[in-house]
């Protein structure tokens, strides 16, 4: 019976980790802040994450930040949709300067390379663990604004700066907080771009990212509809190595 349970613990884990399993999930609300039209009804996120992620925002508050997540938990098949969406041209696919690219004339390698440059491989990605996700300042934004989640949006200048500086931050107050949070794609590695608005929750995300499996992943896309997907198993190790441990 133990054994029976250790298994199914496993099978669970690795269920979570690539995407196909939500029982680890909790939702969360936020209110509504002046006429902001980006904040979606409900957000899914890990349910450990919820009471930290509730008390970094009103840490935040004190700093006259209003955190708001705007993309959140995303399972395999979503992230499926959305892989084969930039791939086949009907979704836009961004070049460094967030710029659309044209990448119909790119053989299969140079086309997936585009792609991951913003988009996580299916089964990867750190928003299906459910300890990640997408903020933005909802004081900082005119009404009616539109997020886009750019880098300008987030740099000098930009109407998020102030965020970004915020969660740079660091003193004796905030250390209890403020540090279990970090921002995993904040400098240019050379694989994926940076993302000053993706936030992870350190001390439940490391779990999961210590247990990627490159086996399982493979299974995984082998047996899922994704394009290009002959090219994706033979560069499997090096797309792992540069777009997820990089």
């Not at 009804?41 to 009471?51: D, G, M, N």
């Not at 993309?71 to 009907?90: E, H, P, T, V």
């Not at 004081?139 to 740099?155: D, H, Q, R, T, W």
Request: charged share 25%; aromatic share 10%.
């Amino acid at each position: 019976m133990l054994w029976n349970h250790f298994i199914l613990l496993k099978d669970n884990l690795n269920k979570l980790v690539l995407g196909t399993s939500n029982d680890h999930l909790s939702p969360l609300n936020e209110n509504s802040f002046k006429g902001d039209l980006n904040k979606k009804k409900c957000v899914f996120i890990h349910t450990k994450v919820i009471p930290m992620y509730q008390k970094l925002k009103l840490f935040a508050q004190s700093s006259g930040i209003e955190l708001r997540i705007i993309s959140a938990y995303r399972s395999f098949d979503n992230q499926l949709m959305i892989w084969n969406q930039k791939l086949s041209g009907s979704r836009s696919v961004l070049d460094d300067l967030s710029r659309p690219v044209d990448i119909s004339k790119m053989d299969a390698w140079q086309r997936i390379r585009s792609v991951l440059r913003w988009t996580a491989l299916p089964g990867t990605s750190r928003h299906h663990w459910g300890t990640d996700f997408d903020i933005y300042d909802a004081s900082a934004i005119p009404e009616s604004y539109s997020v886009k989640l750019i880098s300008s949006e987030y740099s000098s200048g930009g109407v998020f700066n102030r965020l970004d500086a915020w969660l740079d931050a660091r003193d004796v107050e905030s250390d209890d907080i403020r540090t279990k949070f970090f921002r995993p794609y904040k400098k240019d590695r050379g694989g994926v771009a940076p993302e000053p608005w993706h936030l992870s929750c350190k001390p439940i995300a490391d779990i999961y990212y210590k247990k990627i499996d490159i086996g399982l992943l493979k299974q995984q896309i082998s047996n899922s509809e994704i394009i290009e997907r002959e090219t994706i198993l033979k560069r499997l190790e090096e797309i792992v190595e540069t777009y997820v441990f990089d």
